[in-house]
T-cell receptor
Framework: AQSVTQLGSHVSVSEGALVLLRCNYS??????LFWYVQYPNQGLQLLLK??????LVKGINGFEAEFKKSETSFHLTKPSAHMSDAAEYFC???????????FGAGTRLTVKP | ETGVTQSPTHLIKTRGQQVTLRCSSQ?????VSWYQQALGQGPQFIFQ???????GRGNFPPRFSGLQFPNYSSELNVNALELDDSALYLC?????????????FGEGSWLTVV
């Protein structure tokens, strides 16, 4: 079975600062890993995903994540935070032979002016 | 815009009633999954439908049931509503058979049970 743990339910950064949202996964099969963003009262929007190949994945809105198998991590980063990045971020894992996606509890990102 | 549409967007039901939520999948997608997202939590997998058959189920009781139609649209039915069923219900579509296929979510249906 797969699972993810997001470290930190709330992260606050200043505008222009580095954003780092942490995600560790557990999987008995090679994982597919995803980051989704959810703005208030909206559904989930895909930021990026890792399937196979290059371990550094670039997504939308300047976000990227690196798959580190040795650390079972898939942390999300952005060099410079914008006010518009304030939202809830979810890390998720799915196995190739699984038909469901397991989400973390989410990390709420606040961006201070 | 993911191409996944859900209806209704908001609804209020009374405990013990039944509710049906609807979802139209993205064009070309043959698989629909449903998730429940309680306030302040991550989405929880309810079940998935592939070619009109249930293709996996999470830890939800039988009063949560679903259908998928030949056009791949789907319904989620919940009987005997309980207060804890109040949540955002998310529909997601994908194309099975594609390695690492992405799941695209709709905007969700907000259900309040009073």
């Amino acid at each position: 079975a797969q699972s993810v743990t997001q470290l930190g339910s709330h992260v606050s950064v200043s505008e222009g600062a580095l954003v780092l949202l942490r995600c560790n996964y557990s999987s008995s099969v090679p994982p597919y890993l995803f980051w989704y963003v959810q703005y208030p009262n909206q559904g989930l929007q895909l930021l990026l995903k890792y399937t196979t190949g290059a371990t550094l994945v670039k997504g939308i809105n300047g976000f990227e994540a690196e798959f580190k198998k040795s650390e079972t991590s898939f942390h999300l980063t952005k060099p410079s935070a914008h006010m518009s990045d304030a939202a809830e971020y979810f890390c998720a894992v799915r196995g190739d032979n699984n038909n469901d996606m397991r989400f973390g509890a989410g990390t709420r990102l606040t961006v201070k002016p | 815009e993911t191409g996944v549409t859900q209806s209704p967007t908001h609804l209020i039901k009374t405990r013990g009633q039944q509710v049906t939520l609807r979802c139209s999948s993205q064009s070309g997608h043959n698989t629909v999954s449903w998730y429940q997202q309680a306030l302040g939590q991550g989405p929880q997998f309810i079940f998935q439908y592939y070619r009109e058959e249930e293709n996996g189920r999470g830890n939800f009781p039988p009063r949560f049931s679903g259908l998928q139609f030949p056009n791949y649209s789907s319904e989620l039915n919940v009987n005997a509503l309980e207060l804890d069923d109040s949540a955002l219900y998310l529909c997601a579509s994908s194309l099975e058979g594609t390695s690492g296929n992405t799941i695209y979510f709709g905007e969700g249906s907000w259900l309040t049970v009073v």
